[in-house]
């Protein structure tokens, strides 16, 4: 069974600041890692995903997060956030084995502040 | 646009009636899944379905919720005898089964209030 651990239910930050949301999981198997980021009053979307090979990924908005294997984390980062980027961030796993259920974690709520 | 559409957006009933949700998946997505999403909580793993079969159902789906997808095309979610505890968001989400095309794409949900 997979599990996944997002330590801060929520985050204020300033504009232009770096910001970092944590997840953390933990599965007997290898797994498939995502964020999703839930934007007010708009449906789930993918923000960025691992599969496999480079363990950076990036998405096009300017965040990234890294695979870490060893610590089973897979943080998101940005360098300079824009109020824009306010909304809920999901980290979520896949296994690589049996039925892709996938399990998300509570959730992240990134406030960018003026 | 094509992408995933629920109906209904809201759905208020009162304790103890049946209620049915329709989800349309993207039409060349084979994977179809529903998730249930309560307040300050991430979207729970209910049910998903390889075209028409139902591959997995998740424990905390009791007996009086049904999914369905008959023709592996849209699907329906099914609770009979709402409960209060039932009043939550309802998701689906559709996807292509082979990697690297993981990525589910959601629909903007079904909000449940059950009275």
């Known amino acids: 069974a997979q599990s996944v651990t997002q330590l801060d239910s929520q985050v204020p930050v300033f504009e232009e600041a770096p910001v970092e949301l944590r997840c953390n999981y933990s599965?007997?198997?290898?797994?498939?890692l995502f964020w999703y980021v839930q934007y007010p009053n708009q449906g789930l979307q993918l923000l960025l995903k691992?599969?496999?090979?480079?363990?950076l990924v990036e998405s096009i908005n300017g965040f990234e997060a890294e695979f870490n294997k060893s610590q089973t984390s897979f943080h998101l980062r940005k360098p300079s956030v824009h109020i824009s980027d306010t909304a809920e961030y999901f980290c979520?796993?896949?296994?690589?084995?049996?039925?892709?259920?996938?399990?998300f974690g509570t959730g992240t709520r990134l406030f960018v502040k003026a | 646009d094509t992408g995933v559409s629920q109906n209904p957006r809201h759905k208020i009933t009162k304790r103890g009636q049946n209620v049915t949700f329709r989800c349309d998946p993207i039409?060349?997505?084979?994977?179809l899944y529903w998730y249930r999403q309560t307040l300050g909580q991430g979207p729970e793993f209910l049910t998903y379905?390889?075209?028409?079969?139902?591959?997995?159902k998740s424990r905390l789906l009791s007996d009086r919720f049904s999914a369905e997808r008959p023709k592996g095309s849209f699907s329906t979610l099914e609770i009979q005898r709402t409960e209060q505890g039932d009043s939550a968001m309802y998701l689906c989400?559709?996807?292509?089964?082979?990697?690297?095309?993981?990525?589910?794409?959601f629909g903007p949900g079904t909000r449940l209030l059950v009275l």
């Open positions: 989400a559709s996807s292509l089964a082979a990697e690297p095309k993981l990525t589910q794409y």
């Open positions: 599965s007997s198997v290898s797994v498939y």
């Open positions: 691992y599969l496999s090979g480079s363990t």
């Open positions: 979520a796993v896949t296994s690589h084995t049996g039925g892709f259920k996938t399990i």
């Open positions: 039409s060349e997505h084979n994977r």
């Open positions: 379905f390889q075209n028409e079969a139902q591959l997995e």
